[in-house]
């Protein structure tokens, strides 16, 4: 069975930065891994996904300029690197494997709440 666990996740002050991490394990392939994040009251939005290889990214509006997603494929974890953070960046974030977006795959991990706020 499948499981993402992410970490990472906290309170940061607008221009600051956070790394989030996401594991993955019980898998027996490699998959596409990425970031997906909701706000409260709005819908689940794509922020950034890298291919299985960790040769090819794609980005969400969000993230774009700011955000860098990677991986370590000997441990199946994904990183996503978050600078220049503000606080409509305010989200809890998703770990998610299958696609590289922009529509999710099948697992999802548990969330980590951001919180940019001075």
């Known amino acids: 069975q499948v499981q993402l666990v992410e970490s990472g996740g906290g309170l940061v002050q607008p221009g600051g930065s956070l790394r989030l991490s996401c594991t993955m394990s019980?898998?027996?392939?490699?998959?596409?891994m990425g970031w997906w994040r909701q706000a409260p009251g709005k819908e689940r939005e794509f922020v950034a996904a890298?291919?299985?290889?960790?040769?090819?990214?794609n980005y969400g509006g969000p993230a774009k300029g700011r955000f860098t997603i990677s991986r370590e494929n000997t441990e199946d974890t994904v990183h996503l690197q978050m600078n220049s953070l503000k606080p409509e960046d305010t989200a809890v974030y998703y770990c998610n494997a299958g696609t590289l977006g922009p529509a999710p795959g099948h697992y999802w991990g548990q969330g980590t709440q951001v919180t940019v706020s001075s």
């Open positions: 019980g898998g027996i392939m490699r998959y596409a």
């Open positions: 890298i291919n299985a290889r960790g040769e090819n990214h």
